[in-house]
């Protein structure tokens, strides 16, 4: 059974670009969230999609934005990047609000 | 505003010693606290969940405590390895999966 994956690993973009980072979850799993983990601290969390829908958010601007897929896989897509966008977006997928499970991350570097 | 403190910051033991590590949250309706592992640049591993009706969990050397009149879980590690080396991070869980982290404590673990 694979894990939670994420694509692509690095991802390199200049300010004012716009970026699409890809998530699968874990088999039978079908709550997604996402998280920005800027270096030297904890994971922030930014949205959750359940049933193709967004649940929650977190406190980040409308430049971030997502989507989720009838086979539960998710989309973060991000518009307009700042300098202050470089950090590391983990995926994290459960069945409903049981252990979460973290994907390897995408690294963005915005320059 | 709900808060997750990690002390502290950075611990260095000696292999073989025994590791505690501190976790605070403010928020006294807890669902779920989640304990991770994360490694330089990589995701995170889920180590111990424990739910709000239980005061700990174990698994092999790690056990975890939850407290919520105090508002703390601490998780102990017994007789420390290298490989222990990493960042551990305590989060807590609303009743969707959302997670809060901490800022996490890194640790390192001399032969």
């Known amino acids: 059974d694979a894990g939670v994956t994420q694509s692509p690993t690095h991802l390199i973009k200049t300010r004012g670009q716009q970026v699409t980072l890809r998530c699968s979850p874990k088999?039978?799993?079908?709550?997604v969230s996402w998280y920005q983990q800027a270096l030297g601290q904890g994971p922030q969390f930014i949205f959750q999609y359940y049933e193709e829908e967004e649940r929650q958010r977190g406190n980040f601007p409308d430049r971030f934005s997502g989507h989720q897929f009838p086979n539960y896989s998710s989309e973060l897509n991000v518009n307009a990047l700042l300098l202050g966008d470089s950090a590391l977006y983990l995926c994290?997928?459960?069945?409903?609000?049981?252990?979460?499970?973290f994907g390897p991350g995408t690294r963005l570097t915005v320059l | 505003k709900q808060e997750v403190t990690q002390i502290p910051a950075a611990l260095s033991v000696p292999e073989g010693e025994n590791l505690v590590l501190n976790c605070s949250f403010t928020d006294s309706a807890i669902y779920n606290l989640q304990w991770f592992r994360q490694d330089p640049g990589k995701g995170l591993t889920s180590l111990l969940l424990?739910?709000?009706?239980?005061r700990e969990q174990t698994s092999g050397r790690l056990n975890a405590s939850l407290d919520k009149s105090s508002g703390r879980s601490t998780l102990y590690i017994a007789a420390s390895q290298p490989g222990d080396s990493a960042t551990y991070l305590c989060a807590q869980t609303d009743s969707w999966g959302k997670l809060q982290f901490g800022a996490g404590t890194q640790v390192v673990v001399t032969p």
């Open positions: 994290a997928s459960s069945p409903g609000s049981d252990t979460q499970y």
């Open positions: 088999s039978g799993h079908d709550t």
């Open positions: 424990i739910q709000s009706s239980q």
